[in-house]
């Protein structure tokens, strides 16, 4: 079982940034790819962005491009998510997730169906 926990949200004005934080524990060596997920109150969760472990490769939802960066710290087995430019449209929970397909690549993976594991979640707010 792989357990992820996420840290640094929190609330900011618009323009602003933040840098979210994802720890993953647990057995982790089938862990292929790791996104961020965020479900804003009723609305359907959506990916955010993804990065492939093993490659690097990233890919982001168009509503983020150019503002969002996803990042990994292989040695301390953490992923980042750092936001720059914040709107308030930005205002959501935020989740970190883990995926284990190994035939499974490329902005697909910015669907929430594959991804096996799942943390708690953390609380962005970006006010006007």
């Known amino acids: 079982q792989v357990q992820l926990v996420e840290s640094g949200g929190g609330s900011v004005q618009a323009g602003g940034s933040l840098r979210l934080s994802c720890v993953a524990s647990?057995?982790?060596?089938?862990?292929?790819?790791m996104g961020w997920f965020r479900q804003a109150p009723g609305k359907e969760r959506e990916g955010v962005a993804v990065i492939y472990i093993g490659t690097g490769s990233t890919w982001y939802a168009d509503s983020v491009k150019g503002r969002f960066t996803i990042s990994q710290d292989a040695a301390k087995n953490t992923l980042y998510l750092q936001m720059y430019s914040l709107k308030p449209e930005d205002t959501a929970m935020y989740y970190c997730?883990?995926?284990?397909?190994?035939?499974?690549?490329?902005?697909?993976?910015?669907?929430?169906?594959?991804?096996?594991?799942w943390g708690q979640g953390t609380q962005v707010t970006v006010s006007s």
């Open positions: 647990g057995y982790s060596y089938d862990i292929y790819y």
């Open positions: 997730a883990a995926g284990t397909n190994s035939y499974i690549n490329g902005p697909s993976l910015l669907r929430e169906y594959y991804y096996h594991y």
